[in-house]
């Protein structure tokens, strides 16, 4: 006795089967996070070492160099990449696929370790994290004081950083708070040369003075009145002036004031990032998720604290400018109206050739059968609902039906022998049971490969291999315990018939029997059809993963070394005036001086005075005739016009093709080159 027959006398158990399973898979379609594209942990360590002043040839040659050795004898390294910077050397270590990530940061910890003490003994303990592929911002907010606030830039780029920062960090899934522009406190110690001359106080003097201050330390345990009380030492001021009346002893016994040789000023640093929208100053807020949290549940998260925010504190004003958490949310929408056509049109075609409504009703429920659990088993491995197993959804949703229309046609022919509904389902499920049993498994030894893929799309595809064996699967369960029951007990009995054969399969049955007939032309035509088809392939585009069109595209901007941040942000405004002149540019937000985030396949751009960022949005692509790229072509024939920089229109992520990487020993060489290629491209 098969499963089939068993469902078929005992109903009540493969109902209560599949009844748990369809309310587990949609508990866990609601737990589960919604996401762009699976995260990944590719073994890529980053090592930054910062020594403030420094030049980048000095941090080339005492610093990166020196790292590089070490983590080059490291087992495993695939390439080095290092970038280097005014005061800051970025070191990027990737390893071989196999590494694990935490072995791989052990060891590259362990190697930078061991040259430590050759490192200059002013740069800050190098800092040692792994990449992260969370994805580019969520949000981006722009802060402002109300029209009749008070609040100055320092103020406000405190209130965010104290208050809107902490609340931001406090909604679950939220993993970073990023601040652009806005000014940070400085105290200001601007040293006389004339007085220090006169009273003859080295700078140095100062320097190693003013390191000592704004310290606590142990300073033991004493006796106070029979208690046992801790001692600290206590280097701290409260204020400018305070700082002013700082003691400086002489290395020739005397001692001087600070006030006495330097003014002392509580102000603001000078700023090195800027952040406008549309021309308006602004500070700009960018939000991070964690890895496994859900785009979607961190912007509302983001929402619903700055809308409590901004009611509490009503002398600001902060609005979201750049939303990457919406088209998300339109692609998770677009994904499910796919899986629901799909599904509404296979029972369509399951009806016009069935032409029983009993029998379709029976088919039909085998596609949120089959896909409901598969929601249950993604929440078991931990994966997301996202672009990649959604498509493996929408893919076999055709597929899920298969197994049980074989079943269901079966059924009907045996009980146009006039058998008894119970009787046909038995036989027909004993009579069919393999073949279904064999084309279940035909495929999934088709996509279950797909899971096992090498390389960066292997980590990507693993989720889509899954999905789909997970939901095929859980269709030869429907098929095979189901399927039969149901039609035993909603069939109804037909009376023996011998219909004459439909005009569709007659010629489908003529056109088997030339085959048949004619072999070596079948077989020739196969041959010739296979062949022009592998001809094709190479004709056809390639690429990771498609261009996108969310409705945004960025204008890096760079100019020459030594460049000011004035000189960056007229650039910058000259370029953000030429762009909103395209058609379909809606507002443009600038990052000017503060780089742009990104991820592992998006970088974004580093933050340095000579560099600009735009975020050009545009409006929706069914509200606009012009595709993104026309928008982007014409964006560069107008930045073509703006001299002394060099522009570069697109995103860096979707669509990518190709990255030229120059290597040489010789600096001045490698530019020219670099040049040349850049013009000949």
Known sequence: ???????????????????LLTLAGLFAYRSNEVQDFPDIELPVVTVSAALPGAAPAQLETDVARKIEDSVATLQGVKNIYTTVLDGIAYVTVEFVLEKPISEAMNDVRDAVARVRADLPS?????????????????????ASAAPNSQLNDQELSWFIDNTVAKRLLSVPGLGAVKRIGGANREIRVELDAVKMAALNVAAIDVSRRLRLVQQEAPGGRGDVSGAEQSVRTIATVHSAAELALLDIPLADGRHVRLDQVATVSDTVAEPRSLATLDGRQIVGIEVFRTKGAS????????????????????????????????????????????????????????????RDWRATLITSTALPLSVIPTFLGLSYFGYTLNTVTLISLALVVGVLVDDAIVEIENITRHLRTGKTPIQAATDAADEIGMAVIATTFALVAVFLPTAFMSGVPGLFFKQFGWAAVLAILASLLVARLLTPMMAAYF??????????????????????RWCLSHRLLTVIASAIFFIISIALVPLLPTGFVPAAD???????????????????????????????????????????????????????????ARRAVLTLLTTHRNDRSASLADIESQVRAKLSEIPGARFSVGRQDTGVKMQLVLRSEDAEVLSATARKVEREL
């Open 491 to 512: 069939l109804k009995p037909a009376p023996p018939t011998h219909a004459k054969e439909g005009r569709v399969m007659r010629t489908y049955l003529d056109t088997v």
């Open 295 to 354: 785009e979607l549940d961190v912007a509302n998260g983001a929402r619903a604290a700055i809308a409590e925010l901004q009611a509490a504190h009503p002398f600001i004003q902060i609005k979201a400018v750049i939303d990457n958490a919406e088209p998300i949310a339109e692609n998770f929408r677009g994904s499910m109206h796919v899986l629901y056509e799909g599904a509404l049109l296979a029972v369509l075609v399951v009806w016009l050739f069935l």
């Open 122 to 142: 002013e740069l800050r303990d190098p800092a040692v994290t792994k990449i992260a592929t969370a994805g580019r911002a969520v949000l981006m907010f722009a």
């Open 550 to 608: 969310r409705a945004q595209t960025q204008v890096t901007i760079e100019l020459p070394p030594g460049s000011t941040l004035a000189n960056t942000r007229e650039v910058a405004e000259r370029a953000r005036i030429a762009a909103m002149q395209v058609n379909g540019v809606t507002h443009i937000f600038s990052s000017i001086g503060g780089g742009s985030s990104g991820d592992l396949f998006a970088p974004g751009a580093p933050a340095e």
């Open 1 to 19: 006795m098969n499963f089939s027959t068993l469902s078929i006398r005992n109903p009540v158990p493969a109902i209560m089967l599949f009844a």
